[in-house]
Structures are given as structure tokens and as C-alpha cells.
């Protein structure tokens, strides 16, 4: 059975930080392309956004509202994916879902949450208050 368990998500005061956490089982890790999308609490139907991705070579990649804010890393043995979150913002709202795609494909386009990447976790919530 495929999971992917989120954990860390948390109400905080802007200007505050988080570390989210998701560990993958029950599928070929190696190779996989590893990320977290977010929706919005007001977002309309099952609008989602990218937020930032970790591929098999190492390279990461990220939406520009999280540039220079948000850090993706990988840790192979445990299989788990992270995600630093600093100088957290009202907008950064949302609850967010680890996703991974076995092909090591992503898209900085999210159709919605559980469409595009292979699977999906059931997300994890951040509150930021101002």
C-alpha cells in the first residue's frame, strides 16, 4: 500500500517558522521526484498550487512566493521528504500535501490536489496569523 504520511503542520504567528515532514512507503523510492503542493482554506473547488519540488538528481526547485523562505531536502534512508518553512506569512495559509511521481516528473501547474503527480498525501495544515 502507497503512503505518504505528512506531519508538522501547525498554527504559528507570522514571521514564525515550520518544518513539515512526509515519509513515503510502498513505492520504488529511488528516482522518485518528491514535493508539496498547498490549497488555500478559501480556494475555489480543488485549487491547488506548487510549492516546491526535490528531483532524483538533487536538484529542487520552488514557486517564487516561497523563494529564499522555503527549503526542500530528501533524507534517502529514512525516505522522508522536509520542508523548512521561515519567515511564514498570513498567505502561506493552506494545507499542504506531500505528492510524489515514481517517473520523477513534476509540474509547477497543479490541476488539483490528487491529479497530475502519481500519489498523494492527506495533507497537513498551516495556520499563519498576522
Known amino acids: 500500500e502507497v503512503q505518504l504520511v505528512e506531519s508538522g503542520g501547525d498554527s504559528v504567528q507570522s514571521g514564525g517558522s515550520l518544518k513539515l515532514s512526509c515519509t513515503a512507503s510502498?513505492?520504488?523510492?529511488?528516482?522518485?521526484?518528491m514535493g508539496w503542493y498547498r490549497q488555500a482554506p478559501q480556494a475555489p473547488g480543488n485549487e491547488c498550487e506548487f510549492?516546491?519540488?526535490?528531483?532524483?538528481?538533487?536538484?529542487?526547485h520552488y514557486a517564487d512566493f516561497v523563494k529564499g523562505r522555503f527549503i526542500i531536502s530528501l533524507d534517502n534512508v529514512t525516505k522522508t521528504v522536509y520542508l523548512q518553512m521561515s519567515n511564514l506569512k498570513p498567505e502561506d495559509t493552506a494545507t499542504y500535501y506531500c505528492?510524489?511521481?515514481?517517473?520523477?516528473?513534476?509540474?509547477?501547474?497543479?490541476?488539483?490536489?490528487?491529479?497530475?503527480?502519481?500519489?498523494w498525501g492527506k495533507g497537513t495544515p498551516v495556520t499563519i496569523s498576522s
Open positions: 505528492a510524489a511521481d515514481e517517473r520523477g516528473w513534476y509540474s509547477e501547474w497543479c490541476d488539483g490536489v490528487g491529479k497530475g503527480m502519481d500519489y
Open positions: 510549492v516546491s519540488i526535490i528531483l532524483s538528481d538533487g536538484s529542487t
Open positions: 510502498g513505492f520504488t523510492f529511488d528516482g522518485s521526484a
